[in-house]
């Protein structure tokens, strides 16, 4: 089955930086673009970036970008989220989800979404 574990989340000072890891397994890594989505306390889910499967593009959503960079090792099936110059709004649970392409034949050719969700990690960034 499809298994999503985050880890390196914990307090952190403004100004400073973290490093998320997601083991993937259950999937051919490989094959899949790949997501970050967090949650702060009392909002919503915020998409925060988006690796496709070679990991040669990369999209980031604007409150994150030059701050923040996504990566992935599929020799190791690994996802990674490296965030520098943490700011107390980014304290949220941090998700790592796969993607899903699916082709359609319309005028389109294709939807994707995103099929599974790791249980997520939390960062806090405080003084």
């Known amino acids: 089955q499809v298994q999503l574990v985050e880890s390196g989340g914990g307090l952190v000072q403004p100004g400073g930086s973290l490093r998320l890891s997601c083991a993937a397994s259950?999937?051919?890594?490989?094959?899949?673009?790949m997501y970050w989505v967090r949650q702060a306390p009392g909002k919503g889910l915020e998409w925060v970036s988006t690796?496709?499967?070679?990991?040669?593009?990369?999209y980031y959503s604007d409150s994150v970008k030059g701050r923040f960079t996504i990566s992935r090792d599929n020799a190791k099936n690994t996802l990674y989220l490296q965030m520098n110059s943490l700011k107390s709004e980014d304290t949220a649970v941090y998700y790592c989800?796969?993607?899903?392409?699916?082709?359609?034949?319309?005028?389109?050719?294709?939807?994707?979404?995103?099929?599974?969700w790791g249980k997520g990690t939390l960062a806090t960034v405080s003084s």
């Open positions: 690796i496709n499967t070679g990991g040669g593009s990369t």
């Open positions: 259950g999937f051919t890594f490989m094959n899949y673009w």
């Open positions: 989800v796969k993607g899903i392409t699916v082709v359609t034949g319309g005028s389109a050719g294709y939807y994707y979404g995103l099929d599974y």
